[in-house]
């Protein structure tokens, strides 16, 4: 299951997760996809990571994966890949067949003509740093290797089918409207079909439509006769049904999931259906002991159980696009979701990477047109901490946001910033974050700090819009207790230093919203080693087991204080 749901009815969809097979070659040596010797094969769990092999723990190179898969009779054929990390070669029958960059985002290979019988699809993944990546980079979290998340194979009826049916949400006078752009797909020569959608109670249809090879857009809308919002409160979730029809016969199927609910932002408030969220929660990191980044969905769905038990109503998808399962959690659970391109910390150097431009591109492009649908997603981010504060890097967040903007009108931009100094783009996005670590990395008084950042940031396009402390926090070894000193890295100061954050920016009348850095603690890669007790990022209100440290109980009292709505 790539979904909580199945998306088809009548397309017939394979899962290929499982166990697959995985040669890696010898140490600082490279691999290519004819070099498969059967004689060195270990087994690795798809979804997962080859460091779940004791073997495999620090390993960064190449490997080969593969698996085997029939298909039952011949024709069109998609091979959907939900993420694969962090770089990919994809072949078939020996046949090189696609390629993707980015652990975080999917991507699919159409098969035009797939032939009846069994097949070997067998990837070259890389996990390497270096000229192959301007994005995984040693950072300040752990760039695993593996098919992290689900895969599978989908057989067409027809070279033509449904690729993806996006849907804006609008109300007006208590009327809520669906604007529906559906992208339908033929692989060959010319078609007339019909499409079909069924929503809310609600059907609409485009009739004959003429499709030629490649993409054909069509454009609807509807007007439900009542329908319940969405909200953190009232996820309310509908069905939506999208049905091709070429000479009368159905021969694709589409479905997804719809709340109703808008998102906007009124001088320094946002707005969900038109009433303020104060937005509480956590960075959440795709991260675990066990799993790596390939985290199984009881995991994330225990994840979230704790963000509701210590009342949070958001997360932040630090520093990537999530898997989508857990998206579809935050829509079923009622959470909201900062939802960001992938990106750490870049300098200006980094930034000219040759291939940033376009891996960010990429990123930003398969994040929305996967992502669209999700109303828990109220924000997209882009860039955390990467270089604001100069013309050079402000070009570049410029253009980033500008295709952010036409990919997705519906929903405000942001990112978070580090740049306390100068920041040069807080007049491009609709959402200030700021990521501010008093009390950890400097011993200002938070109030003083916040203070003084809103000073030197309001009039440079910050003022009359709404400022969310997106990083904030302290950290603590897990299990270390210091009662009486209560010195730095003890459970102790951390809780203190939590209670006294929490509780200056819940009492601030600037802040909009407050993501703790960070939910769990998680693996960071060993050039941070030095700077990170366990090669871990201890800042976690739990450790990587999800085990509560001191904080927790803080954490869960302060934001039980804060009324989402009011902010009382
Ligand atoms: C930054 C960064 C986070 C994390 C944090 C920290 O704000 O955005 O990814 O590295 O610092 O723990 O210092």
């Given amino acids: 299951m790539t979904r909580l749901f199945d998306q088809h009815r009548m397309r017939h969809c394979t899962s290929l997760n499982g166990e697959w097979e995985y040669a890696f070659p010898a140490t600082g040596t490279k691999i290519a996809a004819d070099q498969w010797d059967s004689g060195d094969v270990e087994r690795v769990p798809v979804p997962g990571v080859w460091e779940m092999l004791p073997s495999r723990v620090n390993y960064r190179g190449q490997a080969l994966a593969r698996t085997a898969f029939v298909a039952s009779k011949s024709g069109p054929a998609r091979l959907v890949f939900k993420g694969v990390s962090h770089t990919v070669t994809v072949y078939l029958d020996g046949v090189e067949v696609g390629h993707h960059h980015n652990a975080f985002t999917p991507f699919a290979v159409e098969l035009p003509e797939l032939a009846e019988g069994t097949h070997e699809l067998l990837l070259c993944i890389s996990n390497e740093h270096g000229d192959i990546s301007a994005l995984h980079v040693p950072n300040d979290y752990y ?12 057989f067409l009826q027809r070279p033509l089918f449904i690729r993806h049916v996006h849907v804006t949400t609008t109300e007006s ?3 809520w409207q669906a604007e529906l752009v559906a992208v339908v797909r033929n692989l060959a020569d010319t078609a007339t079909v019909d499409l079909t959608l069924q929503l809310a109670g609600t059907t609409v249809e485009a009739k004959q439509v003429v499709c030629g090879q490649g993409d054909t857009v069509i454009p609807l809308q509807l007007m439900p006769p009542s329908v319940t919002p969405w909200s953190p409160e009232t996820p ?11 000479d009368d016969a159905v021969v694709d199927d589409w479905i997804d999931r719809v709340g109703f609910r808008t998102v906007t932002t009124d001088g320094e408030a946002v707005l969900l259906n038109g009433k303020p969220l104060f937005m509480v929660g956590f960075n959440r990191h795709e991260d675990h002991p066990d799993f790596g980044c390939a985290i199984p969905v009881e995991v994330m769905r225990q994840d979230l159980r704790l963000f509701r038990e210590m009342n949070c ?9 999530n898997d989508e399962r857990f998206l579809d959690l935050c829509d079923e659970m009622g959470f909201v979701v900062w939802e960001e391109n992938h990106a750490r910390g870049f300098a200006i150097e980094q930034m000219r990477h040759p291939r940033f431009h376009d891996q960010c591109e990429s990123c930003n492009e398969e994040m929305v047109r996967e992502h669209f649908n999700h109303p828990s997603i109220v924000m997209w981010g882009l860039l955390n901490e990467c270089e604001s504060g100069t013309e050079e890097g402000a070009a570049m967040y410029q253009e980033q946001i500008d295709q952010l903007r036409v990919l997705d009108s519906s929903r405000p931009i942001t990112f978070a910033s580090c740049r306390h100094a100068k920041d040069l783009c807080q007049g491009m996005i609709d959402i200030c974050g700021w990521n501010i670590y008093s009390r950890w990395y400097s011993d200002m008084h938070p109030k003083d700090d916040l203070d003084a950042l809103i000073g030197r940031m309001d009039p440079v396009g910050m003022a009359g819009k709404p400022l969310i402390v997106s990083e904030f926090g302290a950290g603590a070894i897990p299990g270390f207790h210091d009662p009486i000193r209560r010195g730095k890295w003890s459970e102790e100061r951390q809780a203190d230093i939590l209670a006294e954050l929490l509780e200056t920016y819940q009492a601030h009348p600037r802040v909009g919203g407050l993501f703790i850095w960070q939910f769990c603690d998680v693996r960071v890669d060993d050039a941070w080693s030095m700077r990170r007790p366990r090669t871990m990022n201890n800042k976690g209100i739990v450790d990587e087991h999800r085990r509560p440290k001191l904080a927790y109980e803080v954490v869960k009292q302060c934001f039980g204080l804060i009324d989402s709505s009011t902010r009382t």
């Fill in 313 to 321: 109503n958001a997360v932040r998808t630090c520093h990537y696009p």
């Fill in 143 to 154: 760039n695993y290797g593996g098919v992290s998340r689900p895969v599978e194979i989908q």
């Fill in 173 to 175: 006078q208590g009327q």
């Fill in 236 to 246: 309310q979730l509908y069905p939506l049904m999208a049905s091709l029809t070429d």
